[in-house]
């Protein structure tokens, strides 16, 4: 977080968090998704939504440098992190805070171990202070009752928040997180928003969200970009609820009112 | 950076505090307090300029310590978001000690694993009971068994494991021609070489070295895919869909491998006999002087016994597998325990079950 409130002056020479610049991605041949661009400026939320299959988690994962994308560039920080070989990947990359859609936890680990992974590999911080940073984390999450459970003890929300407290123990960039209120009840998807909205406006994270829970994509996110599988490219880009009430597209619309195929309604028989 | 300016200590904390920088400033913070046990102590924290969660972390810990009156921490100008964040947490839920894993002395863990060790025959010899009972039933009646699966694991446990047994068996029949024969060539009986090639390989080694080449390859594959597949609950669909898991699962592996491992071992036989036949080149037997001793030395009851033994280890490697599997726990690590027991429990039951043969068949 910066201390006090930045200028717009020094706002506009600084790069956007993230830049994609004409991304081509897919697996083997096969392409997902074509001529991609956006930008997320700091402090930013911003969700990747889409049906199924459309290439959601695939491009959180080119935009992380775990695939290399078939042509175009992602930047972090102004700096490319598709270009970028060892130990300057390594260092974008830890700007990056990741949670993975199963929270992918160690096992080994007990839940305040795991937070506290980051800080023992990284940082010359003595025992106590780590294990205060690490507890403080799970708080932010409401996870601080679980800290001495093992991974496997754990429900599949829990495992999303204490990955979310390990994705932030670095004080990374920018927090990517994959599908963090898939499969919550709704207290918990709620509380979660209301740690991500806290933790932007508090400690200043930019968020790249990808999910397709609604109700979390209208309460967390300054803009939305929406993939579509079969044109294999963004359809739609700006504020969730604009998006709904007054896109011109129909892919748009139906998928921010929740309605059915059209094609897939059979008659009586 | 620390000051002390008369009556007052002070702490300033300044520029960027994150993850990288803060343990450095957060030792000497440390230190100025522990150094004025009785003076006031100010944070100043007018010069701040960036802070991430370690740095919320380090003014947390300043400002909840309890110090005696008139030697309290104040912090100055702290910038408002940063202190709304630090007043969020409340001292009292961090004072409980972190609890560290409980360590157990040797008699306790003696005593655990005695009673693993327990739980687990009596785990094995229920398992054993249900898939007796399954194969009784799968012959009874058509359609249990899953011919198909069979099938598709003999080819990938038996047919694709032929290159492992054949270099294993060529070198076993190998090296024991080649260091009985330099004894016996001492005392001029190199020809007796030849029955013992043909009687450990056909009795004992055969069967032996496949069941512990099967053991590595394929009792430790059906452990890892069973047990993922129960971690990925997958287990409980086929339960769900009312199958039973011991027809679905462990059947078609056990006939596998009472299937291929005898295959496998007149295979690991017949490359091991010829191994010691090109030995025995160098003794100057040849191949028809070998054959016409091997034929005095051995009888189909070795032949059969090495067979038969190898349905045996067949079994039990693929019933110590399947159990393993089938008790796997939760995460990637159970996984890998219940592949590491696999190997280890059907490589010491093979060496105690051949002892037994060894013992009933003298």
């Not at chain 1, 928040?161 to 898939?182: F, K, N, Q, T, V």
């Not at chain 2, 047994?165 to 080649?178: E, H, K, R, S, T």
């Amino acid at each position: 977080m910066t201390l006090p409130p930045t200028g717009s002056e020094s706002a506009t020479v600084t790069p956007p968090a993230l830049s994609v610049r004409d991304l081509r991605m897919g697996y083997g041949t096969r392409v997902l998704l074509d001529n991609a661009s956006f930008d997320v400026q700091r402090g930013e939320i911003v969700v990747i939504l889409g049906g199924s299959g459309c290439g959601k988690s695939s491009l959180m994962k080119n935009i992380i440098g775990l695939y290399q994308p078939m042509a175009g560039d992602i930047l972090i920080a102004g700096r490319s992190i598709v270009k970028a070989r060892g130990q300057e990947k390594a260092q974008l990359q830890r700007k990056l805070g990741v949670m993975y859609q199963s929270g992918a936890l160690f096992g080994s680990l007990n839940v305040l171990e795991n937070v506290r992974f980051p800080l023992d590999q990284f940082t010359e911080l003595s025992l106590a202070d780590k294990n205060l940073t690490a507890r403080m984390l799970l708080h932010q999450v409401e996870m601080a009752y679980a800290e001495a459970l093992m991974p496997g003890e754990l429900s599949g929300g829990m495992l999303k928040r204490a990955g979310i407290a390990r994705a932030m123990a670095l004080g990374c960039d920018i927090l990517a997180l994959d599908e963090p209120s898939a499969g919550l009840d709704p207290i918990t998807a709620a509380n979660l928003d209301r740690t991500i909205l806290s933790l932007r406006k508090n400690l200043g994270f930019t968020f790249v969200v990808v999910t397709h829970e609604l109700q979390s994509i209208f309460t967390i996110a300054d803009r939305a970009i929406m993939l579509d599988p079969v044109s294999r490219s963004i359809i739609a880009r700006g504020k969730p609820a604009e998006l709904r009430d007054h896109s011109t597209d129909p892919r748009v619309r139906q998928f921010f009112n929740r309605e059915p195929d059209r094609r897939k309604q059979t008659g009586t028989r | 950076m620390t000051q002390d300016a008369g009556h007052t200590a002070s702490v300033i904390l300044q520029g960027r505090i994150t993850a990288h920088t803060a343990a450095p400033i957060w030792k000497a913070a440390l230190d100025t307090l522990a150094r004025n046990p009785t003076r006031p102590v100010i944070v100043d924290a007018s010069r701040l300029e960036y802070v991430d969660d370690v740095g919320i972390a380090l003014i947390f810990d300043l400002i909840r310590r309890d110090r005696p009156q008139g030697a309290q921490i104040k912090i100055h100008e702290l910038a408002p978001n940063l202190a709304t964040l630090v007043q969020a947490y409340d001292p009292k839920d961090f004072v409980q000690p972190i609890r560290s894993r409980p360590r157990i002395g040797i008699f306790e863990h003696l005593g655990r694993a005695t009673a693993q060790q327990v739980a687990y025959a009596r785990r094995m010899l229920g398992f054993l009971a249900r898939c007796a009972v399954g194969l009784a039933q799968a012959f009874r009646r058509r359609g249990v068994i899953r011919w198909s699966e069979v099938f598709d694991v003999a080819t990938e446990a038996g047919a694709n494991a032929v290159p492992i047994v054949v270099l294993v068996g060529f070198l076993m029949g190998v090296i024991i021609a080649f260091e009985i024969g330099l004894v016996a060539q001492q005392f001029g009986a190199v020809i007796y070489v030849v029955n013992g090639v043909g009687v450990a390989m056909l009795r004992e080694l055969g069967a032996l070295m496949t069941a512990i080449v099967f053991a590595g390859r394929s009792g430790a594959a059906f452990a890892a895919q069973i047990g993922t597949q129960k971690v990925n609950e997958e287990v409980n669909a086929i339960s769900t869909f009312g199958l039973d898991p011991i027809d679905f699962l462990v059947l078609p592996r056990l006939l596998a491998s009472m299937l291929v491992v005898p295959l496998l071992s007149v295979l690991a036989d017949i490359v091991g006999v010829f191994g010691g036949a090109v030995v025995m080149l160098t003794f100057d037997i040849s191949f028809l002087q070998f054959y016409q001793q091997l034929l005095g030395a051995i009888t189909a009851g070795d032949f059969l016994l090495g067979i038969f033994k190898g349905a045996v280890f067949g079994l039990t490697i693929a019933a110590v597998g399947c159990e393993r599997g089938l008790g796997t726990g939760a995460g990637a690590i159970s996984v890998g325990l219940s592949t590491t027991s696999t190997v280890v429990t059907s490589i010491v039951l093979i060496v105690v079950i051949d002892g037994f043969f060894a013992v009933v068949t003298s």
